[in-house]
């Protein structure tokens, strides 16, 4: 990856994207976009009645969701975004043919989600479409640019470990584009 980097901050809900995908702009110095607040109003009332959605339903939001990152890779922008990507093909749509797409996968289990979710009190999701997130979910795999960091370690720690990643990632990539030159 050569440039700066875009970020998608994915998992299912409760995992802690919002959080961590602030602290990641913050430290980045640079845009994030909460990507929950651009579902249209059709889908937050279908999740607010427990009702998952359908690929059908998320088409439109990850249209939207995409161009925000095809906007920051013309311009050459750096972008952290906030989006659960549960299915590859979601990712595939969002990534684009953008080669500066890191998606950073939230990774926790069910009680862990669950207890998350009971405890906060602003969000539309309810706790109810758990089952449904960890359904649709398939983490990245190995061809993917992603990495994959435990909820179990601290929001700190985890912008952290993204910002050594996309160092060394950087580091690498001027490298092999002569960087040593």
């Known amino acids: 990856m050569i440039g700066p980097p875009i970020v998608v901050v994915m998992g299912v809900c409760g995992c802690g994207k919002s959080s961590v995908g602030q602290g990641l702009a913050d430290a980045l110095g640079c845009r994030f976009i909460e990507g929950d607040q651009h579902h249209p109003e059709a889908n937050i009332v279908k999740m607010s009645a427990g009702i998952p959605l359908t690929d059908s339903d998320r088409e439109g939001w990850l249209a939207v969701i995409a ?3 095809a906007d920051a890779d013309r311009t050459d922008q750096p972008l952290v975004i906030a989006c659960s990507a549960l299915k590859r093909r979601y990712r595939d749509q969002l990534r684009g043919d953008s080669a500066r797409v890191l998606f950073l996968h939230l ?24 089952d449904s997130q960890f359904a649709d979910l398939e983490p990245p795999g190995a061809d ?6 435990s909820i179990r370690l601290s929001a700190e720690t985890i912008v952290a470990e993204a910002c050594r990643h996309l160092n060394t990632i950087n580091r690498a990539a001027n490298t092999t584009a002569g960087g040593n030159a």
């Open 107 to 130: 990774d926790g289990d069910k009680p862990l989600i669950a207890a998350r979710m009971a405890a906060r009190t602003a969000h539309f999701m309810p706790t109810a479409l758990i």
């Open 67 to 69: 161009g925000f990152i």
């Open 144 to 149: 993917e640019a992603a990495l994959t960091q």
